[in-house]
């Protein structure tokens, strides 16, 4: 939809359509105070811009707030050197000053003090002097109040532009009347410089202090309020995941219920599954967070020459072999041929699952569908490759099955023999509770 905007003045009008001729409409009419602006191609920070300047013009010629210049008195009045004062800061508090019906502004000026701190300032300076005694029309007051807001506006893009946002100077160009010499003069802007050479403490109570420069100190406290939102943003995920994965095994169940109520058979969920498994795995696939000092370690390393028996004492293996860096020489050492022989791995004490997948070392328990509508518990690895129990109805029985064995049998208890009595026990035991009245079924060892 083409933007018409209408201006104070067939001037401010004309002025409009020359700062910016090139997004104008095909039907605008230059006989208009009101401009036509294309409805495709024109960025929204000009017509921004535009609806500003149509307010201040409409104003029928009261205040100048915004960037007002200053005069040469004015100019030789401001220490420059101090705070925050500079030309362009100057100008905007002008500005507001003006707006506010503030004369003697510069009585009020604090170079400590932003833009926008300011607008306090002048406030109440008006009210203590009375000065503003004519009642403000209502295109006074829009006006006024569009001069301010893009005064704000400024201000706000002068600090990215110092921080050499090129799209924040550009603005301040197009939009608050900067030439490019002051737009120079803030990305050259040095006066912060010397701030940096003051150091602050920061820590205490369950962390060291540390001594820092103030830019060092405020990114310390970003990363911090970062960490904290990200924590809270976890926590809350992981309730509504814990819940949603509640929810959604209990309506499958009901599926499963209504389908065996209609003569048909039980479906298994394998996206709730596979979506469990890509939660389980997620640390893996995150890119592991790098201290200063793994940095520092590898140039270190880089610049460290291998000596002969190097290779011979550190960790000598295949790729994709992991070790630990507390493991004994004789642990480390695994032949270039392949990794170590089957049932040699050193299993946890523990089980960890990952969707219907229980690993344990070298082992792994997981459910396993050869047929249609028949589950089994498949063990992978030394000890296998076997079924634990076959001919399970479903999918969740399946799972019930798996989970008794895990509880039965610890990983470290597993041994790289088929003929394990322990584990076929369990097996036995863990389908018999799941199907109090089948007998069992345990498929024998090959």
Request: glycine letters at 8%.
């Amino acid at each position: 939809m083409t933007e018409r905007i209408e201006y104070g003045s067939k001037d401010a009008a004309d002025a409009a359509r020359d700062r910016h001729s090139e997004y104008l409409c095909s039907d605008d009419d230059r006989r208009l105070k009101t401009v036509a602006w294309a409805e495709s191609g024109t960025p929204e920070w000009v017509l921004e811009q535009e609806r500003l300047e149509a307010a201040d013009s409409r104003d029928d010629g009261g205040d100048d707030g915004g960037q007002v210049a200053l005069s040469d008195t004015e100019r030789d009045g401001i220490d420059f050197s101090d705070g925050r004062a500079n030309v362009l800061h100057a100008r905007s508090v002008k500005g507001i000053a003006q707006s506010e019906g503030v004369e003697d502004w510069t009585s009020y000026y604090d170079p400590t003090l932003t833009v926008d701190e300011h607008r306090e300032v002048m406030a109440d300076a008006a009210r203590e002097s009375g000065s503003r005694t004519a009642e403000e029309s209502v295109e006074e007051k829009a006006g006024r109040a569009a001069r301010a807001a893009q005064s704000s506006q400024c201000d706000h893009a002068r600090g990215h532009c110092e921080n050499g946002d090129p799209e924040a100077c550009e603005f301040l160009q197009q939009s608050c009347g900067y030439d490019d010499d002051e737009v120079s003069l803030l990305l050259d802007d040095q006066r912060h410089a010397n701030e940096q050479d003051v150091l602050v403490t920061v820590g205490g109570d369950e962390y060291p202090e540390m001594e820092v420069t103030p830019e060092v100190a405020g990114a310390l406290r970003d990363s911090w309020t970062g960490y904290k939102a990200g924590m809270g943003q976890l926590d809350d995920a992981l309730t509504k995941a814990r819940e949603a994965v509640i929810n959604a095994r209990q309506a499958w169940r009901a599926i499963n219920r209504i389908r065996e109520a209609n003569g048909q058979e039980p479906m298994h969920p394998d996206r709730l599954h596979t979506l469990l498994d890509a939660l389980d795995t997620m640390p893996d696939s995150i890119p592991e967070v790098r201290t200063l000092d793994h940095f520092t370690q590898t140039e270190t390393a880089d610049e460290q020459a291998d000596e002969p028996d190097q290779f011979a004492t550190e960790q000598q293996g295949t790729l994709g072999i992991d070790t630990d860096a507390e493991q004994v020489a004789e642990e480390k050492q695994v032949t270039l041929a392949g990794g170590d022989e089957a049932g040699n791995e050193v299993a946890p004490k523990a089980w960890r699952q990952k969707g219907t997948t229980w690993t344990g070392g070298p082992h792994k328990i997981a459910l396993d569908s050869h047929q249609r509508g028949k589950w089994n518990v498949k063990l992978t690895g030394p000890a296998g490759p076997l079924d634990l129990a076959t001919n399970l109805p479903d999918p969740t029985v399946a799972e019930t099955v798996a989970v008794g064995i895990t509880e039965r049998v610890q990983p470290d208890e597993v041994t790289g023999h088929n003929a394990d009595a322990t584990l076929q026990e369990a097996a036995a035991a863990a389908k018999s509770e799941a199907l109090p009245d089948d007998e069992g079924g345990l498929m024998e060892y090959a």
